[in-house]
């Protein structure tokens, strides 16, 4: 029977990893900042799948969001929020301060690589850096032997990904399909914040993404074509368009010409509520 163990310090959690060690079981990894969804237990479900032990965290972290962005709003429901990750089986779960994370009053930053440059890191300035810090740190405490992430923070993951290599870092990442509502939605803990009608609206990012991958299709080839036809859908539907880019998803720069695969990421604001999506389209 499984009996989920839930974790505050780096002590507690030592202990409830150490059965797992001594076993020489593999751990999977699941940072997240809590306000869970079927998107994150998508994750929770990989890591079960490809090791034998999943560690989920839950820390809302301060330092990678702006001054005017939603740090004391964003949803904090740990019940809820373990009453769901007891349900897909997760073995740990760590719940740490800001104190265990943070210890000291000055934080040592990591600066985050290049891929951290244009994108959402043109628009949140710091948010990669904190991002970077964090995350090293949870690896830090945890020591997995896997991570996983969803796609829907494409940039993210391949920020973390440099990070890993920078610090030789031997974690095997995972990539995993971004889970959507039925009408196409990307699931985001902060489509909560969406009323019934900025709710409607939201789904026009999918759609907005789905015109990309149609247009490619039919032989649309230059992206400042398509981006222009896709900025002027979307701004039909969104209050403002913060991006919608097409570049290489390896390297994460633009291209001009569409000749091979290619990453399709926007993200636009619905009243205050800033959210993401993005689709590889293969050609």
């Known amino acids: 029977m499984n009996v989920m163990q839930i974790a505050r310090t780096q002590s507690e959690l030592n202990q409830a990893l150490q059965k797992f060690r001594s076993q020489k079981k593999r751990i999977g990894f699941i940072p997240t900042m809590g306000g869970l969804h079927a998107g994150h237990l998508s994750l929770v479900r990989q890591a079960k799948k490809q090791t034998q032990a999943a560690v989920v965290s839950i820390f809302v972290n301060p330092t990678q969001f702006g001054p005017h962005e939603d740090f004391k709003k964003y949803p904090r429901r740990e019940r809820q929020d373990l009453r769901l990750l007891k349900s897909v089986k997760t073995d740990v779960v760590f719940i740490p301060s800001v104190k265990e994370i943070y210890p000291k009053k000055k934080i040592a930053f ?61 974690i095997k ?53 398509l981006q222009l036809m896709l900025k002027a859908y979307l701004s039909c539907f969104v209050d403002q368009i913060d991006y919608v880019a097409i570049v290489d998803p390896e390297r994460l720069k633009a291209v001009r010409t569409v000749k091979k695969t290619v990453l399709v990421a926007l993200a636009a604001f619905i009243g205050n509520t800033r959210l993401i999506d993005n689709l590889v389209i293969q050609v």
């Open 173 to 225: 990442l995972a990539m995993c399909p971004i889970i959507r509502e039925a009408d196409g939605l990307a699931m985001s803990s902060r489509n909560q914040y969406l009323s019934k009608q900025d709710r409607l609206r939201a789904k026009q990012l999918f759609v907005t993404l789905t015109l990309a991958d149609k247009a490619i299709r039919l032989g649309w080839r230059q992206t400042s074509e």
């Open 110 to 170: 990591i600066q985050p690589g290049h891929f951290a440059q244009g994108l959402c890191g043109a628009k949140r300035q710091g948010h990669f850096r904190g991002v970077v810090t964090v995350v090293h740190r949870l690896f830090e405490m945890v020591k997995p032997n896997a991570a996983f992430f969803g796609q829907k923070d494409f940039q993210q993951f391949k920020v973390i990904e440099d990070l890993v290599r920078r610090k030789k870092l031997k």
